[in-house]
């Protein structure tokens, strides 16, 4: 489950940083070039993101289930003197 914790964070990350560069490409000074570098850097975390995303979602999917004890097939009768 640490793994899952440790995914979740960087997920997390990723989004906050795309938010970020989001909302500094709105800002009206920028050069040409600086758009263009936001641009990028906002591609390439969205590639990473997806990665992520899709490593979360298989390990979810294919969780180990716990073991379960083997149950007492006779435990569950209830015998009655008659």
């Given at each position: 489950?640490?793994e899952l914790?440790?995914?979740?964070?960087e997920?997390d990350v990723?989004m906050?940083?795309q938010r970020e560069?989001w909302?500094q490409l709105?800002?009206?000074?920028?050069?040409?070039?600086?758009r263009?570098?936001?641009?990028?850097?906002?591609r390439q975390s969205g590639?990473?993101?997806?990665?992520?995303?899709r490593?979360?979602?298989?390990?979810?999917?294919?969780?180990?289930?716990p073991?379960?004890?083997?149950v007492?097939?006779l435990?569950?009768f209830?015998f009655?003197l008659?």
């Amino acid at each position: 489950m640490i793994e899952l914790d440790v995914l979740s964070r960087e997920i997390d990350v990723l989004m906050a940083e795309q938010r970020e560069a989001w909302c500094q490409l709105a800002v009206p000074t920028l050069t040409a070039f600086d758009r263009r570098e936001i641009r990028n850097r906002i591609r390439q975390s969205g590639i990473e993101l997806r990665d992520h995303l899709r490593v979360r979602t298989e390990r979810l999917i294919f969780r180990p289930r716990p073991a379960e004890p083997p149950v007492d097939s006779l435990a569950s009768f209830s015998f009655r003197l008659l």
